[in-house]
Each structure stands twice: as C-alpha cells, then as structure tokens.
C-alpha cells in the first residue's frame, strides 16, 4: 500500500546546526515526491518537488529510490526554519490523483 | 489575487447538527480536495474532486459529504454522522494530472460544543 512515513514528531536542533527531516515512502510506480511547510499561524504551502531538485531557502532534498527516502536536508538551521514539515507522495495511478501525507516533524530550531 | 478562501475560519457545531464548510478557488484548477488534520495523525483525505459533478470518497469519508457544482467551488458538510468532528480541516487545489503540487487554503477550524 502507497505511504509516507515520517519517524520523528519533533527534532530540535541549535541555530546553526545541520537538520536532517527523515521521510520514507512506500509506492508501486515511480514515486514523486513533495515537502510542504507550515509556519505557524500560516497557511500549508509547498517547499520543494524532488522532480524539479531545486534549493528553497537552504533546503535540499534527495529521492533515494533504493532506500525508498526522500529526507529533507539543510546545512545550517535558522530559527525561522521552526516549523511543521509534511512530506507527501503523489498516488496517480489508474484515474486518481491525490497527495497522500506523512504525519509530520515539528522542527524547533533553538537560539 | 488569485487563492483558494475558506470560510468560516472558526466554527462551532452542537451535537446533532450539520454544518458546511466552504471552499472557494480562483485559480481556474480542476481538481480540489479536503483534508482533515488532526495532531499527530497528519492529513488524511476526506473527499476530492477531478472535475465538476465528480467527486471520490478519500480515506475517511464516512459522516461527510461534498458536492461539485461548480469549478470554483467545493463545500464539505460535516454530518451528524461523523462521530469525533473536531479538527481543523482544509481545502487545496491543483491543476489535474500535474506534479505542480496543490495549493492549500487556511483552514477551518470545526469544534463540536
């Protein structure tokens, strides 16, 4: 069955340091893969497709179909990253088209 | 400026009632979903729709209800049914069959008093 799979609720980490946002996938075809961003008291919006392997405000992220991973990787935090990260999966097989979500990873970037 | 509107952004329902909760787009996109976001539990997918007059059950669809009469709009009511109703719920949008990922209202906030 398709899933996203996000171990950690909450990673804190000092300003400055490396952040790391683990998501693991489950899916039969070939995956594409979102991580969205929600600041607080704002809106969800979208932060990076993997197909489209930008950078967005110092984020990377790399599909790694061997581990099945999609993790979401920064070299130093600010603290105007803290925030809650979903990453999603688009399921379009057969005539559906839909993000199915992780539960997410409050990030908590500290002083 | 184009956006996706939910409205109310706060709503109290007593037990036994229905209540609809509104989504509007001006984003000319096909395909609009609901999702109901509880703590912990992530986004899960109540109800989408590809195109007017269509819509699927998602993963938890039981005690609601939606109707597509128009493109730009896609109200969710929260029946009698749905026994634990509490939660914050948003709309998104995207333009069907594309991977430019969806655009989320801001949410409704649902407690049952």
């Known amino acids: 069955a398709q899933r996203v799979t996000q171990p950690e609720k909450l990673l804190s980490v000092f300003k400055g340091a490396p952040v790391e946002l683990k998501c693991n996938y489950s899916?039969?075809?070939?995956?594409?893969l979102f991580w969205y961003v929600q600041y607080s008291r704002q809106r969800l919006q979208l932060l990076l497709r993997?197909?489209s392997r930008e950078s967005i405000k110092g984020f990377t992220a790399d599909l790694n179909k061997g581990e099945t991973s999609f993790h979401l990787k920064k070299p130093f935090a600010q603290e105007e990253d803290s925030a809650m990260y979903y990453c999603?999966?688009?399921?379009?097989?057969?005539?559906?088209?839909?993000?199915?979500f992780g539960t997410g990873t409050l990030l908590a970037v500290q002083p | 400026d184009g956006g996706i509107t939910q409205s109310p952004k706060y709503l109290f329902r007593k037990e036994g009632q229905n209540v609809t909760l509104s989504c509007e787009q001006n984003?000319?996109?096909?395909?609009m979903y609901w999702y109901r976001q509880d703590p912990g539990q992530g986004l899960r997918l109540i109800y989408y729709?590809?195109?007017?007059?269509?819509?699927q059950k998602g993963d938890i669809a039981e005690g609601y209800s939606v109707s597509r009469e128009k493109k730009e709009s896609f109200p969710l009511t929260v029946t009698s049914a749905q026994k634990n109703p509490t939660a914050f719920y948003l709309c998104?949008?995207?333009?069907?069959?594309?991977?430019?990922?969806?655009?989320f209202g801001s949410g409704t906030r649902l407690t049952v008093v």
């Open positions: 998104a949008s995207s333009i069907w069959a594309a991977n430019y990922g969806y655009t």
């Open positions: 899916y039969s075809g070939s995956p594409e």
């Open positions: 993997h197909i």
């Open positions: 999603a999966l688009r399921d379009y097989g057969g005539a559906t088209n839909k993000l199915i």
């Open positions: 984003l000319n996109h096909d395909a």
């Open positions: 729709s590809q195109i007017v007059n269509d819509f």
